[in-house]
């Protein structure tokens, strides 16, 4: 392994990454916010709503996000509509993430026992109330290790964007070795920065997921 | 003579095709202990849980203090604050401590300062022996511990009347007498309480009057003295007589001679 080598690789590696990053967690973001009211409207089971969302879910979570990705990457456009690439990866990654998502949160409310909200309710509290203070938290502190599994699993299905062109860290490294033929230095690249990218959410997941569920579950 | 607090007028409910209480009246003066025994189906429980209109009647009226609460334009988050609900399984919020579990409705809903809601629900803790376990988790306590915390929840809310509905009935026997401790503490300064139970020695010590339920109506109804000693209906007889053993007689062959 040439360490000089793989220094020189150093900076477009780099520079994969924070694309990387950048796409992966406006996904993660988009896929909390979409996979949250999903989970509501779900829950609620508001008319039409509800059964649209339904089949979003099954759709999104049964296909392969390459799959998805070639759908609106080269698809789109056939259709007059056509995306950046780097668009269309978060885009991609939220439809993916949201389905996945909105399935957790869904575990999450239905984990909570109707006694709880009705106790709530006896006690006075407005729905409102409840929901915020009761349903809210306990169904999050359920949804919890679900949740950071998901972000784990949404930040890595991002090496196939490579398949769009978009310049992450898989294609950064499967280019320089078609270039170069400098396989090992590039893979042990590769997967050093994908640990840089990963091993940040694992471990600061799971501190969260203590604190938040400390209360009900104990250390 | 007292003043009548709560009354119930020929009330039903029902779901879907099954009818759960028929053309049901009761009426509940301050400062009773009145305690609801039935066999497990007979609706004691939705019972309860309609009089603070967690479950919605068919028929009938509920007043409480005179005003009708089963009403469309009832508020009922003013009416459930007046009647305090003690549940089976506690139903502590398990993500927040003992303390915060008994100030959180009295702040949220009574909008009272922090500072005051806490040293109410400390004097509160302290009368069932709980004060040391203010910061602890539901997970951390036992069940009787739990109930109590629960109790003491209800109470936070300074409640017109107090609804318990079986609050024993998941507890181990010597957790049973700490729970059935607190609640003839309450009788005895003179709270209002219903109390759905299957104790039958409790609801003797405790009640100034018994109701016997069965099939979604009341069956009988008496001191406990008469209910208990000179049960007038069949129905009554026959469920007071499965909480009595007779005393067997042994073989002979086994006489003396224990297996």
Known sequence: MDLEVMKEYMPLYREAFFLTMKIGWIGILGAVIIGFAAAVVRLLKIPVLHRILGAYIELFRNTPLLVQLFFLYFGLPKLGLSISAPFCGALGLMLLGGAYMAETFRSGFEAIPVLQTETARALGMSKFQTTVHVLLPEALSVSMPGFTANMIFLLK?????????????????????????????????????????LLPVSILGSIVERRVRYAEFGA | MAKELLKIEHITKSFDETVILRDLSLTVKEGEVLVIVGPSGCGKSTFLRC????????????????????????NLEKVRQKIGMVFQNYELFPHKTVLQNITMAPMLVQKKPKAEAEKEALSLLERVGLSDRKNFYPRQLSGGQK?????????????????????????????????????????????????????????????????????????????????????????????????????????????????
């Open chain 2, 147 to 259: 109930q109590r915390v629960a109790i003491v929840r209800a109470l936070a809310m300074h409640p017109e009347i107090l609804l318990f509905d079986e609050v024993t009935a998941a507890l181990d026997p010597e957790m049973v007498r700490e729970v059935l401790d607190v609640m003839l503490d309450l009788a005895k300064e003179g709270r209002t309480m219903i109390v759905v139970t299957h104790e039958m020695s409790f609801a003797r010590a405790v009640a100034d009057r018994i109701v016997f339920m069965d099939g979604g109506n009341i069956v009988e109804e008496g001191t406990p003295s008469e209910f208990f000693d000179n049960p007038q209906t069949d129905r009554a007889k026959k469920f007071l007589s499965t909480f009595s053993f007779d005393r067997i007689e042994k073989k002979d062959e086994y006489a003396g001679n224990p297996i």
């Open chain 1, 157 to 197: 299905e991002t090496s196939v964007f490579s398949a769009i062109s978009l310049m992450d860290l898989m294609f950064t490294a499967k280019d320089l070795i078609g270039l170069y033929f400098r396989t090992v230095e590039c893979l042990t690249l590769l997967v050093v920065f994908y640990l840089f990218l």
């Open chain 2, 51 to 74: 009089i603070n209109g967690l479950e919605t009647i068919q028929e009938g009226s509920i007043y409480l203090d005179g005003e009708k609460i089963n009403d469309r334009s009832a």
